[in-house]
């Protein structure tokens, strides 16, 4: 399968500062990239889609200047979370949709290994 | 009504048995089915994908798909502790937007020993 990596895997920072989470496509090219939220024992919530040289969309209820998303080549994607905040502490994972040779339906997704955020 | 529907379980198997997961979907049109298990504390990794009616086989992974009853199901054979995780049914639907994938709450399986 395709690999998705992100940097870093943990971070713990005090509140009212930002942190930058990188997710790489290594393999392939990624047009579009998804990034999700998770708190524990919860389901994966989709935060935003992330399309290669255009801006994000975001899902409702999503602060958009709070969770910084930048998609400025067909390998990186970034998320940027702004004067984090304790509640900001959840398990945040990308995901790279994988273009099939066929129609776009038979395109798979695949996840990044996830980031840790701890907000002090 | 959710958009994808799996039971949370926890649903308990003994070690050497089938594992059933099942999956309920609204969007008729959906197109492409996933499934995905998650270890606890990782993300979730494709396991095996699906968009024809009837049965798809990879080892010991069997998916199935009633596009008719809007049903797709993930069995497992000679259920190991390994495949104790939460799995996550997904479906990109023909209505979602930018192809996203509409992910299920996950049903959380156990294998006993």
């Known amino acids: 399968g395709a690999v998705v990596s992100q940097h870093p895997s943990w971070v713990i920072c005090k509140s009212g500062t930002s942190v930058k989470i990188e997710c790489r496509s290594l393999d392939f090219q990624a047009t579009t990239m998804f990034w999700y939220r998770q708190f524990p024992k919860q389901s994966l919530m989709l935060m935003a889609t992330s399309n290669e040289g255009s801006k994000a969309t975001y899902e409702q209820g999503v602060e958009k200047d709070k969770f910084l998303i930048n998609h400025a080549s067909l390998t990186l994607s970034t998320l940027t979370v702004t004067s984090a905040h304790p509640e900001d502490s959840s398990f945040y994972i990308c995901?790279?949709?994988?273009?099939?040779?066929?129609?776009?339906?038979?395109?798979?997704?695949?996840f990044g290994p996830g980031t840790r955020l701890t907000v002090l | 009504q959710k958009e994808v529907e799996q039971n949370s379980g926890p649903l308990s198997v003994p070690e050497g048995a089938i594992a059933s997961l099942n999956c309920t979907y609204s969007d008729r049109g959906s197109q492409s089915f996933f499934w995905y298990r998650q270890y606890s504390g990782k993300s979730p990794e494709l396991i095996m994908f699906i968009y024809s009616n009837g049965d798809k086989e990879d080892g010991r992974f069997t998916a199935q798909l009633n596009k008719a009853s809007q049903y797709v199901s993930l069995l497992i054979r000679d259920s190991q502790p390994s495949d104790s995780a939460t799995y996550l049914c997904?479906?990109?639907?023909?209505?979602?937007?930018?192809?996203?994938?509409?992910f299920g709450s996950g049903t959380r399986l156990s294998i006993r020993p």
């Open positions: 997904a479906v990109r639907g023909v209505y979602s937007s930018a192809s996203k994938i509409i």
């Open positions: 995901s790279a949709r994988v273009r099939s040779s066929g129609v776009s339906f038979t395109d798979t997704q695949y």
